[in-house]
């Protein structure tokens, strides 16, 4: 009963403020579903004086049918995200497109499934890799000049 108690004290004296968390420079657009938000967050390395606003998020996904086979035998995912930057008192905005194309030969369709999410995830760490570069390549620039 006094490890529980102890166990207890120091894993909520552990606790992260929430109050000291802040997002106020990130504005997402309805568009933005919440999970992506958070994945977009997470993986984001901005300078505290930006704010970034992204809009325009979309999955499109068009099956390639080829010959008899009822089933088509390639996708292709496009992935799209639009972010205005503010940085230095100046706006900048960066629009975003990844295409992807992958071989349906799955049999089950969860595993297929599976494979496109995979797929959307991994292009939209590309995206979030573009943007990284984009912002560290402005604030460079600022410092420079």
Not at 38 to 43: D, E, G, K, L, T
Request: proline content about 2%; glycine content about 2%.
């Amino acid at each position: 009963m006094i490890r529980c108690f102890y166990l207890a004290l120091i894993l909520s004296s552990c606790a992260i403020d929430t109050s000291s968390i802040n997002n106020s420079n990130y504005k997402f657009d309805s568009t933005v579903p919440l999970d992506i938000q958070f994945h977009i967050i997470n993986n984001l390395i901005v300078n505290n004086a930006s704010e970034l606003s992204f809009s325009e998020y979309g999955v499109n996904e068009y099956k390639i049918l080829a010959g008899n086979s009822i089933r088509p035998l390639e996708n292709e995912v496009k992935v799209s995200l639009s972010v205005k930057a503010f940085l230095n008192s100046e706006s900048y905005e960066f629009s975003y497109i990844i295409k992807k194309i992958y071989n349906t030969n799955e049999l089950n369709p969860l595993a297929e499934n599976q494979r496109k999410e995979f797929i959307v995830m991994q292009s939209l760490d590309e995206i979030i890799q573009q943007i990284n570069m984009e912002i560290s390549k402005i604030e460079m620039q600022s410092i420079k000049s």
